[in-house]
C-alpha cells in the first residue's frame, strides 16, 4: 500500500507519522511519500518521520519528494494538509477583519473566505493531477476550511473524503471522563465542518445509552472550560458545542480579546521555528511534547482509522467524516457537505440518519451553508461583487458597510493568490 502527503513539510507530519507507526496492523503502509515544495523542512521532517518508523519498527519505506506527479504516482490514497501563503497569510486572516470590527480566524468569517479562494484552485488542481496518474486513488482532505474543500473535490467528481480532528478530540475527552475506552463512545455529532454539535454521547454504539446528561451534570465544568463558554450556557442548550461555536456565540468578546493578544499564526509561527530546530536534532526518534500545542490533537488516528476503511482494510466503520449531505439534513441541498457519523468503507461514505434538528442549530447550519455555496462560487469564478456576496452571506459578518470593507482588505491582501485579481 503507498500513501501520499502532500504538505508532508508541516510540522503536524510528525503527528500523522506516529499514528501511522503505532497502528501498523490498522493500516499496513508499504511506502509513505512525503511531497512538499519547501526543500528545507521537508529534509528535516523526512528524516524524524523516519526515525519514528524505525524506533518502531515500522516496515515501510519513507521518501520525500518536492514532485508532485512523482510522489502522487501509484498512491493509493493522498492525503491533503497544505496552507497556501503559510503562517505568513494565515496571520493575515486573523488581523484584517478586526480591523471592521469583525473575527479574525483562519476558517470562519472573513479569514476562512479568503484561505477558501487560496486554497480551492490549488486543491483542484492537485486532485486532477492524482486522478491522471491513479483514477482510482482516494484523496482524504484535512485542509482547512474542510468544508468548502470538500465540497469543491465531491462537486469536480474526485474521491474525497474531508476530514477533522474536532470529533475524534471530543469522543477521547468523554471517554476519559467516563472512564472506558474510546472505541466504546459514539457520538451523535451533526453540523458542518467547525460549526458542529454533539447532541449524544452514546456508549457502545449508535443505539447505545446516552449518557451526555449525566457528562454535563458531572463533568460540565470541565467541557464548558475547554469550550470556552461559561457552563450556565452549555446546561442551558444541554449540548456540547464545536469550540469553534464560541465565535458565534461570543463574537463580540472574542473580537475584544483578539485585539489585546498576539495572533495565534504568530504563536504558531514562533513554536513552528522551535519544532523545526527540534527535527533536525538527529537523536530525537519520537514526536516530541510541544508539537501538542501546535494543534491537530489524534489527527493521526483519524486518519488512519478513515484511510484502512477507505482502502478496504477496516470493514465497514463508522465514523465522523466530511461529506454529501444526501438527504440527511432535510432542509440542505443533497450536494451541500456536512459533518457527521458516516458508515464507511471501501466505496466511501454514507451518512447515518440523524434525529430532525432543533432551530437553533438547523437555522445556523442553513445560513453557514448558504455562505459556503457562494464561497464556493467565488473561489472557482472569481469576482469582487461574489466575494462580497458571500461575506454579506456570513452570519458573523451580514452588514454591506462590514461586507464592503472587508471585501477591499481581503482582495488587497491575497492579491498574489488570486488569478482573478
Known sequence: MKLAVVGGGSTYTPELIDGFARLHSTLPIEELVLVDPA??????????ARRIFAKQGHPGTITTTGDLDAGVDGADAVLLQLRVGGQAARNQDETWPLE????????????????????????????????????????????????????????AGHKAVGLCNVAIGFQRKFAALLGVS????????????????????????????????RLLAEHGASIAAD?????????????????????????????????????RAAEVAAMEK???AMYGDPALDEKPALLAKRGGAFYSEAAVDLASSLLGGGGSTVQVVNTHNNGTLPFL???????TQARVDG?????????????????????????????????????????FKALLAHPLIGQYEYAEGLTDRLIAHNREHLAWA
Open 100 to 155: 471592521c470590527g469583525c473575527v479574525g480566524q483562519e476558517t470562519t468569517g472573513a479569514g476562512g473566505l479568503a484561505k477558501a479562494l487560496r486554497t480551492v484552485p490549488v486543491v483542484l488542481d492537485i486532485a486532477e493531477r492524482v486522478r491522471r496518474t491513479n483514477p482510482d486513488a482516494w484523496i482524504i482532505d484535512f485542509t482547512n476550511p474542510v468544508g468548502i474543500v470538500t465540497r469543491a473535490l465531491l462537486q
Open 274 to 276: 522551535e519544532l523545526l
Open 182 to 213: 474510546p472505541t466504546e463512545v459514539h457520538l451523535d455529532h451533526v453540523g458542518l465542518n467547525h460549526l458542529s454539535w454533539e447532541l449524544g454521547v452514546r456508549l457502545g454504539g449508535p443505539r447505545g445509552e446516552d449518557v451526555l446528561p
Open 333 to 339: 441541498p443533497d450536494d451541500a457537505v456536512i459533518e
Open 227 to 263: 469550550l470556552h463558554l461559561p457552563r450556565e450556557i452549555v446546561d442551558r442548550l444541554g449540548v456540547v458545542p464545536s469550540y469553534y461555536l464560541r465565535y458565534f456565540y461570543a463574537h463580540d468578546e472574542v473580537v475584544r480579546e483578539l485585539g489585546t493578544k498576539p495572533s
Open 347 to 387: 466505496s466511501g461514505a454514507v451518512p447515518l440518519a440523524v434525529p430532525a434538528l432543533d432551530p437553533l442549530y438547523a437555522g445556523l447550519i442553513a445560513q453557514v451553508t448558504a455562505y459556503e455555496d457562494l464561497a464556493l462560487r467565488a473561489a472557482l469564478q472569481g469576482g469582487r461583487d461574489r466575494v
Open 39 to 48: 526543500a528545507d523542512r521537508l529534509d528535516l521532517v523526512g528524516g524524524l
